[in-house]
C-alpha cells in the first residue's frame, strides 16, 4: 500500500499537481525522499558539474516558519545543510531571538548547488530549481516565510523589484501568502 501511494504521489508530482496531505499526517516519508533523491540527481543546469554535494534543506517539515536564502555558499557546499557558515550563525542568533531553535524552522535555498565563487545565480539556475523550492514550500505549508536577502525574494516572487518595495507587504508564492519581512 505505501508503494502505490509513493508511486501516485510521485506520477501527481511529476504533473505538477500537489497532493493534499494534512498537516499531522506529513513526515519524512515519500514525498520528501523522492523530492530529496531528485534535488540529488539533478542535472538540469551547469552547477551539477562544480558542486560537492546538493543543499536540500533543513529543519522541522511542519515547521510555521520557513526560511529561504538565495544559494550554498563554500562550507555549505560542503556539509550539505544551508545557512552553516558566518551567515548561519547570525540567523541561527535571530531565530533565537523569536524563541525558537534552529530546529523548529525549515531552512532552505532558491539553489539547491553553490554557485562559482558564490556568484548570483543566473536566472536559469533559478528557474532549474524553482520546481524542488515550491514542492518544498507545498510540503512545509508554512504559516510565514522569509526570505533572506534580495535575491531570494526577487526569484521567489518573479520580481525584479527592488527589496526595499516589496517589505512590508504580503506577497503569495505558490498557492499561498506570506508577508516577506
Not at 525574494?153 to 498557492?175: C, D, M, Y
Amino acid at each position: 500500500a505505501d508503494s502505490m501511494e509513493a508511486r501516485r504521489l510521485a506520477i501527481l508530482d511529476a504533473m505538477g499537481v500537489q497532493a493534499y496531505v494534512p498537516r499531522a499526517a506529513r513526515s519524512a516519508g515519500p514525498d520528501w525522499a523522492m523530492l530529496a533523491a531528485s534535488v540529488r540527481e539533478c542535472r538540469l543546469c551547469g552547477l551539477c558539474e562544480t558542486r560537492t554535494q546538493t543543499v536540500f534543506g533543513t529543519g522541522d517539515l511542519r515547521a510555521r516558519l520557513m526560511v529561504i536564502g538565495e544559494a550554498p555558499g563554500a562550507e555549505e557546499d560542503r556539509q550539505g545543510e544551508p545557512f552553516v557558515g558566518r551567515a548561519g550563525q547570525l540567523l541561527t542568533s535571530m531565530i533565537r531571538a523569536l524563541g525558537l531553535r534552529r530546529e523548529d524552522v525549515f531552512i532552505a535555498n532558491v539553489l539547491k548547488c553553490r554557485p562559482p565563487d558564490n556568484r548570483d545565480p543566473k536566472p536559469s539556475e533559478a528557474a532549474s530549481c524553482r520546481r524542488f523550492l515550491e514542492r518544498q514550500v507545498a510540503l512545509v505549508n508554512p504559516t510565514l516565510v522569509i526570505a533572506v536577502g534580495r535575491i531570494a525574494a526577487q526569484n521567489l516572487l518573479a520580481t525584479e523589484t527592488p527589496i526595499a518595495k516589496l517589505r512590508g507587504k504580503v506577497h503569495s508564492f505558490g498557492a499561498q501568502a506570506w508577508p516577506v519581512v
